[in-house]
């Protein structure tokens, strides 16, 4: 199941669990995401919460927010400076090798077509570029809950993200957990999710934290898996010698 637009605008802007994990989750970004003069960022699924303050103060940087079709777009940032796109999830219009930093948020874990989504930024993304994904962590709190988007779709854990980014040629370099607190939408635990983040953040649990932020970048020197489905034979002509010809 997916969440619309809407209702995940709804969450980050109009609830206080939404402002709340958005503040924890661009703490854990920061650093991250931190491109050089005329580059280009690439938001998939819905980024904004991610991007949004670093689309406005942009100057000499470039910004684009991919929504996949099933989801529906929104403008982010709002008109007219909005540089939001509404894409088929495995066919951008975007060139080949033209990323620097692609940015995935509520994609990977609702998409139907994981490895088609994966070689799809493995197209855009530079050889040099960097692969930023958050997805919900398997053995966390957060996966088994529905008051946030991170409930929804399938979670990951560590090994299960690392197999399928190496499958379409991805190397993982880091793998940050977040989210530590219950996604309560009131009470106690709500009030207490930054003192649950901040005693996570020094135990390192990766068994507690809700979200899974994965760094990758390509594996340049991977050999490419070629389905046999799509292997197809090419026939030359040959030369007959003379001597060898039926003279029916």
């Known amino acids: 199941m ?26 854990v970004l920061g650093a ?7 580059s280009l960022t690439i938001g998939f699924g819905f980024a904004c919460p991610f991007l949004e303050d670093k689309i406005k103060i942009s100057k000499d940087k470039d910004f684009l927010l991919l929504m996949p079709s099933e989801q529906g777009v929104v403008s982010c940032p ?17 060139n080949t ?32 570029g960097k692969l930023i994904i958050l997805v919900p962590n398997r053995t966390g709190f957060w996966a088994r809950s529905d008051s946030t988007p991170f409930g929804y779709g399938k979670p990951y854990s560590i090994s299960q993200l690392t197999d399928l980014l190496r499958k379409n040629q991805f ?13 309560a939408k009131k009470g106690y635990w709500l009030k207490s999710l930054l003192l649950w ?20 970048r390509k ?12 292997v197809r034979r090419y026939f ?11 003279r029916s």
């Open 2 to 27: 997916k969440l619309d637009v809407i209702e995940l605008k709804e969450f980050y802007n109009g609830t206080e669990l939404g402002r709340t994990t958005k503040q924890l989750i661009n703490r």
């Open 32 to 38: 991250k995401i931190n491109s050089g003069i005329g």
């Open 78 to 94: 709002e008109e007219p400076k909005s540089v939001s796109a509404l894409v088929d999830e495995v066919s951008w219009p975007i």
């Open 97 to 128: 090798s033209s990323a620097d930093i692609i940015l995935i948020s509520h994609g990977l874990e609702v998409s139907d077509n994981q490895d088609l989504l994966l070689q799809e930024v493995l197209r855009v993304l530079k050889d040099s």
């Open 171 to 183: 190397q993982v370099d880091s793998i940050t957990p977040s989210l530590y607190g219950f996604p």
């Open 197 to 216: 983040e901040k005693l996570g953040t020094k135990l390192n649990s990766f068994f507690l934290g809700g979200l899974l932020v994965v760094e990758a």
């Open 219 to 230: 594996d340049v020197y991977a050999v490419k898996n070629v389905k046999s489905s799509k």
């Open 236 to 246: 030359s002509s040959v030369k007959v010698p003379i001597s060898t010809r039926s």
